[in-house]
C-alpha cells in the first residue's frame, strides 16, 4: 500500500503533470497555436469538427461526474486523494474541449445548445449506466467502469485522434497529447487498485461482468454513429486535400474508409478491455455488435 500511495500521491501528480508536461501550455497546447484555415472555412469539416468535439466534452463530463463523486465512496485514503487529482484531471479535459468548441467558433451562450444537438444518445446512455454506479456509491463497479472501460475508451479515442491530427492540426494534436498522458494514469491507478477489491468482494464480478458488456455495447455504437456521420475525409478528398499520414496500430488511417477506422479502433478497444480486465480478475463479456 505504501507504493500505491507513493505512485498516485499528490505530489506525484503535482511533479508529473503540472509541473512537467503541462508547463507552458494553454488549454493543453502552445501559447499561440490556432485551429488550421481548412478547418474553419470548409463547412463539412467545420462541422465534422464541432461534432467530434462535442462527444468530448460529453464524455468528460461524465469522467469529471464519476471521479468527483466516487472519492467519498472510496475505502481508503490514498484512494481519496488519487480520485481528488483526478477529478482536477477531468475538469481540465473539459475545459480545454469546451474551450475548442469556442476556438470552433461556437458562442458562449449557444453551448450547452450545441451539445444537446450533437450528443450521441449512445454516449448519454454509457454516461448514465456508469453515474447509476457513481450514484450508489458502488465503488468498485464505479472504479471498473470509469478508470477500466470509459478512461480505457478515452485513452485509445485520443491516440487515434492524435495521430490523425498530429500533421494536420498540431494544435489539437498537442491538447490531445497531455490528456492521453492523463488517461495512461487513471487506467494504472484502475488496474492497480481495484484487482485487491475483486478478490475481497468475489460477489461483484457478475454485476461488474454485466455492466462492462452494456458499456461496451453503448460505446461500439457510438463509434459506428460517429464514422457513418463523418464526411470529413470523403469532403478533403473531393476537393484535393491531401490526408498525410496518420499511422495508428500499424494502419496507414489517412488512406481507410471511415468503417475501416471504426474498426480498427473497436478492435483496439475491445482488446485492451479483454487484456485490462483479466489482469483485475474480471472475465471480459462480449457486447452484442450494433
Not at 474551450?99 to 450547452?112: C, H, T
Not at 472504479?143 to 485522434?161: H, T
Request: proline share 3%.
Amino acid at each position: 500500500m505504501a507504493d500505491f500511495l507513493s505512485a498516485y500521491s499528490i505530489q506525484n501528480w503535482l511533479e508529473s503533470c503540472p509541473q512537467a508536461y503541462l508547463e507552458g501550455t494553454e488549454f493543453g497546447h502552445a501559447p499561440g497555436e490556432t485551429e488550421p484555415e481548412l478547418l474553419l472555412a470548409n463547412a463539412v469539416i467545420h462541422e465534422d469538427a464541432i461534432r467530434g468535439t462535442v462527444q468530448l466534452v460529453v464524455g468528460e463530463r461524465c469522467a469529471l461526474a464519476a471521479s468527483s463523486g466516487l472519492i467519498n465512496a472510496a475505502p481508503d485514503e490514498g484512494s481519496k486523494r488519487f480520485l481528488a487529482t483526478q477529478t482536477l484531471d477531468e475538469a481540465r479535459h473539459v475545459e480545454i474541449f469546451t474551450q475548442r468548441l469556442y476556438d470552433l467558433g461556437v458562442k458562449k451562450e449557444a453551448l450547452e445548445d450545441t451539445i444537446k444537438h450533437y450528443a450521441n444518445p449512445n454516449l448519454v446512455q454509457f454516461a448514465g449506466v456508469l453515474l447509476e454506479k457513481v450514484d450508489k456509491k458502488d465503488f468498485v463497479a464505479g472504479v471498473v467502469g470509469q478508470n477500466i472501460v470509459l478512461e480505457g475508451m478515452a485513452f485509445s479515442v485520443f491516440e487515434m485522434m492524435y495521430a490523425l491530427n498530429q500533421e494536420m492540426n498540431p494544435k489539437f494534436a498537442h491538447t490531445l497529447s497531455g490528456t492521453i498522458a492523463d488517461e495512461r494514469r487513471h487506467v494504472g491507478f484502475g488496474e492497480n487498485r481495484i484487482g485487491s477489491l475483486i478478490k475481497a468482494h468475489p460477489e461483484k464480478k457478475a454485476e461488474i461482468e454485466r455492466m462492462q458488456k452494456d458499456l461496451s455495447y453503448f460505446m461500439l455504437a457510438t463509434f459506428a454513429d460517429a464514422f457513418r456521420a463523418n464526411q470529413a475525409a470523403a469532403e478533403m478528398e473531393r476537393i484535393g486535400q491531401d490526408r498525410g499520414h496518420a499511422v495508428y496500430q500499424g494502419v496507414d488511417l489517412a488512406t481507410m474508409e471511415p468503417e475501416q477506422m471504426e474498426a480498427v479502433l473497436a478492435d483496439t478497444v475491445l482488446k485492451e478491455f479483454k487484456i485490462r480486465l483479466g489482469r483485475i480478475g474480471v472475465e471480459y463479456q462480449t457486447p452484442v455488435r450494433p
